[in-house]
């Protein structure tokens, strides 16, 4: 199914990060936060401004973003985990 966010949405797939901690222990599924990082799966066309001109979005699909930990709201899509959120809710670009 093709789903398009509308204004100032964004369509995130969350990636998963690694397993085990830097001291190499390995993190056990419970003890695991959900992570932070996705990646962009669709955008909006963004939000308008007082004159009705579009604001265009910084983020387009396929990049690496980074977002707050209560940012979004999950949803699922043909059997997909996915979450949307807005365009201020990420915190940046990964390079």
Do not use: N
Not at 54 to 77: N, P
């Amino acid at each position: 199914m093709l789903f398009t966010p509308l204004h100032d949405r964004v369509l995130v797939r969350r990636t998963e990060e690694d397993e085990k901690t830097s001291g190499g222990l390995i993190i056990p599924e419970t003890a695991k936060e959900k992570p932070q990082r996705g990646e962009v799966v669709s955008v909006g066309a963004g939000a308008k401004d007082e004159t009705g001109a579009r604001i265009s979005m910084d983020v387009k699909a396929g990049d690496q973003i980074l977002f707050g930990k209560w940012s979004g709201t999950e949803i699922k899509i043909d059997g997909e985990e996915l979450m949307i959120m807005k365009e201020s809710d990420i915190l940046g670009i990964m390079a």
